[in-house]
């Protein structure tokens, strides 16, 4: 098993940054790839950032390129997620999430480890 820990969450203002951060524990994470997904309130899970494994490739929402950024300490086993520029739409509680592979995916079903969520608050 693993666990999944989010870290970093807050509230800042339209054009502020926040970093993530996801520690992993009772396994490392080096042979997977990793993800962080988001859900804003009465709506569904989305897909925000995914990472290979040894961090070979990268995808984005569209919503969120040119402004986050994922990145993984695979010697200590935590991943992150950059967020610069952030808008009032980006507001949610985002999770950390491990994928059952070594590519990354955007969808959720491929992912089996999931961590218990961070608030981030955006204001206007």
């Known amino acids: 098993q693993v666990q999944l820990a989010e870290f970093g969450g807050g509230s800042v203002q339209t054009g502020g940054s926040l970093t993530l951060s996801c520690a992993a524990s009772?396994?490392?994470?080096?042979?997977?790839?990793m993800g962080w997904f988001r859900q804003a309130p009465g709506k569904e899970r989305e897909f925000v950032a995914g990472?290979?494994?040894?961090?070979?490739?990268?995808d984005y929402a569209d919503s969120v390129k040119g402004r986050f950024t994922i990145s993984r300490d695979d010697a200590n086993n935590t991943v992150f997620l950059q967020m610069n520029s952030l808008k009032p739409e980006d507001t949610a509680v985002y999770y950390c999430?491990?994928?059952?592979?070594?590519?990354?995916?955007?969808?959720?079903?491929?992912?089996?480890?999931w961590g218990q969520g961070t608030q981030v608050t955006v204001s206007s």
């Open positions: 990472i290979s494994v040894n961090g070979g490739s990268t």
């Open positions: 999430a491990k994928n059952r592979a070594a590519q990354a995916t955007m969808r959720a079903e491929g992912y089996d480890y």
């Open positions: 009772r396994r490392p994470l080096r042979n997977y790839a």
